[in-house]
């Protein structure tokens, strides 16, 4: 099965010579059968350490996975895959064309101080003298577009120049697997927190297959505020209870990554719950658009949507959006005006007398 992974530049050179690890906070390691979401994954994984988006194709083979790691351990849904556990780097088909061989004298420090699993304070600066001259090096030989470099070569070199950090120490040049003749102390890793067991729940009631289970799962991830919350709504909203889906929808809203590619058809939804909370979170969101869909949501004939999209009015600025929020106050369902009128206490805005628990709409008693 072709699969995608979003990342960055740095995490892909990684994963080349190391394999998909889970990396903390996540337990999991996740790709897309689809390049559109891992494509927006990568951007927002990017723009947070500022670094340049990058997606990788594999080819991974669920079914040998479950067997490897356990059937519960593999999930896919909704064109996501969560893989609790490692997946080797053999399942790459792409080459990571943007990181072919490092050169500057930072990433070439990133890289030596990778091989040698050493951290960044402990290991080679980028201001290193041997460390300059063997980015020259580098410099130099990739001019020449015929020759590339091999890993092995590559630390014969940085043996050469940085031999006070190799002292003691082979590397295999095909994994990277440092083998060390002397005694050195391990990096101390912070301990693990201690297993919170809603996350267990959470995890055993995904797999009951009930659509109050599910529901139930999502809201305890979303109380624990879960790494991978984001991924977990996002395998569930194309599930067939639109339950799951609002519930999904929801929990999304407490998160701070989100795509718009995926939500926005579900503005469309006949289930009036789901379009507004589809609605609701593409307002929350939106960027430049925020103020187009809090308009779109706050004028939808149904009290439904229209009360979805006020609870993500905390998310605005009453001052700065002022027609929106005239909007949510002179709306004929009280429960929309009353949260409207909460937010622009002491605002400057004239109090509403009119139009307070007046329904222009039959439905309204049902929302």
């Not at 519930?247 to 989100?258: E, K, Q, S, T, V």
Request: net charge neutral; charged share 30%; proline share 8%.
């Amino acid at each position: 099965m072709i699969v995608f992974h979003g990342t960055t530049d740095k995490a892909a050179r990684r994963i080349a010579e190391e394999g998909f690890l889970p990396r903390r906070p996540s337990k999991r390691v996740w790709f897309a059968a689809g390049r559109g979401y891992a494509t927006g994954r990568a951007k927002t994984k990017a723009r947070r350490a500022h670094a340049r988006p990058i997606v990788l194709t594999c080819e991974v083979n669920l079914g040998r996975l479950r067997e490897t790691l356990g059937r519960k351990k593999v999930r896919h849904k909704n064109g996501i895959i969560a893989v609790d556990g490692p997946v080797p780097a053999s399942v790459l088909r792409s080459g990571i064309q943007p990181l072919d061989t490092p050169s500057e004298p930072k990433e070439l420090a990133e890289w030596i101080n990778g091989a040698l699993r050493l951290k960044s304070h402990k290991g080679v600066s980028p201001k290193h003298p041997g460390l300059l001259r063997l980015s020259r090096w580098v410099v130099n030989r990739l001019r020449d577009r015929r020759r590339g470099i091999e890993k092995a070569e590559l630390l014969h070199m940085a043996r050469q120049w940085l031999g006070e950090f190799f002292e003691g120490v082979e590397i295999d040049p095909e994994n990277l697997h440092v083998y060390r003749s002397v005694e050195v102390a391990p990096a101390v890793e912070p301990p693990e927190p201690p297993a919170d067991p809603r996350e267990d729940e959470a995890m055993a009631l995904l797999e009951d297959g009930g659509a109050k289970q599910r529901v139930r799962a999502l809201g305890l991830l979303a109380e624990l505020d879960d790494p991978d919350l984001f991924e977990w709504c996002a395998m569930h909203l194309d599930d067939e209870s639109p339950d799951v889906q609002v519930a999904a929808l929801h929990a999304m809203l407490r998160c701070d990554d989100f795509e718009h590619e995926l939500v926005e058809p579900l503005a469309e939804d006949e289930d009036v719950r789901v379009r507004g909370a589809a609605i609701a979170n593409l307002a929350a969101h939106g960027a430049a658009e925020t103020v187009a869909w809090f308009e779109r949501g706050l004028k939808d004939p149904s009290p439904c949507v229209r009360l979805e999209t006020a609870r993500a009015l905390p998310a605005l600025d009453p001052a700065e959006h002022r027609a929106v929020f005239q909007l949510a106050l002179y709306d004929p369902n009280p429960k929309i005006a009353q949260a409207a009128e909460k937010l622009i206490a002491g605002k400057g805005f004239p109090k509403v007398t009119w139009g307070l628990g007046v329904s222009h709409y039959p439905d309204d008693a049902l929302c």
